[in-house]
């Protein structure tokens, strides 16, 4: 099992996760090229991905797909209404649609979609189910719905966002309008809020656990790890926290290959 943030944050994100001998991205909003440029400093081609999944239409999160998927070939797995409202995506040869809620397979994977709330047509998280265990995955949420806590129970490696600290956010020289966006149903978790769905769904199982869609201007990485390893430390169990960033591929969360039981 490897997982790691080969991009996070509000110019382009994508997550590469690797188990029982298949690789998925999540997510490719950087450019093609700029997505395999990071795939070889974690010793990968385009090639060698098996899909993409998509969880919503926003640029940050789609703008390298169509080029990606054409130039090595790869299927992508999108939910119906978001691929509606991606008019420029390009024909997509192998294209899977879903719709959120679906659980289909993938090699030998289990994937399940869940609906999250943002301000995107119909936003998706993933769960990733093998016989090494399951991964969670669920970033630009509005809120830290009860399906969505109810989806990343039992996970042994965790991707969730944590997008700004709420005192700098409204300090920060954001206009009114994006603050009000940011803080809404259908924007980004804070910090505390990322926390308090942590304290719902930690367990001893838990390895890893990756903060996702950190925002550069109202979040800082020491203060995000600190309040986490804190939450963490009262729930009694911590796991590995890795924080991803925009510029550079995370530290990946790597294992030999256990199964589960």
């Not at 490897?2 to 029982?20: F, K, P, Q, W, Y």
């Not at 809120?143 to 490696?157: E, F, M, N, S």
């Amino acid at each position: 099992m490897r997982v790691c943030l080969l991009a996070s944050g509000s110019r382009g994100n994508s997550t590469l996760i690797e188990v029982d001998g298949c690789r998925v991205l999540i997510d490719a909003g950087l450019s093609g090229i700029e997505t395999v440029r990071r795939l070889a400093t974690v010793g990968l081609t385009g090639d060698d991905l098996d899909a993409i999944l998509v969880t919503h239409e926003h640029h940050d999160h789609v703008g390298g797909i169509g080029p990606l998927a054409r130039r090595h070939c790869l299927p992508v797995y999108v939910d119906r209404q978001t691929h509606a409202a991606l008019p420029k995506l390009g024909k997509i040869a192998d294209l899977q649609l879903f719709t959120a809620g679906d659980t289909f397979s993938l090699q030998n994977l289990l994937i399940s979609s869940f609906s999250t709330t943002h301000d995107a047509v119909n936003p998706v998280g993933f769960t990733i189910q093998s016989d090494e265990g399951k991964i969670g995955f669920a970033t630009d949420l509005g809120i830290p719905t009860r399906l969505v806590a109810d989806q990343l129970q039992g996970c042994r490696v965790l991707v969730v966002e944590a997008n700004h600290d709420e005192q700098m956010l409204q300090d920060g020289s954001y206009p009114w309008e994006l603050k009000q966006r940011i803080r809404s149903r259908h924007g980004h978790l804070s910090n505390s809020q990322s926390c308090q769905l942590l304290e719902d769904i930690c367990w001893p199982g838990l390895e890893a656990l990756f903060l996702a869609h950190l925002s550069e201007e109202n979040n800082c990485p020491d203060l995000a790890g600190q309040l986490f390893r804190e939450t963490l430390t009262d729930c009694g169990h911590v796991p590995e926290i890795i924080i991803g960033c925009q510029g550079l591929v995370s530290f990946c969360f790597e294992t030999e290959s256990v199964m589960i039981s």
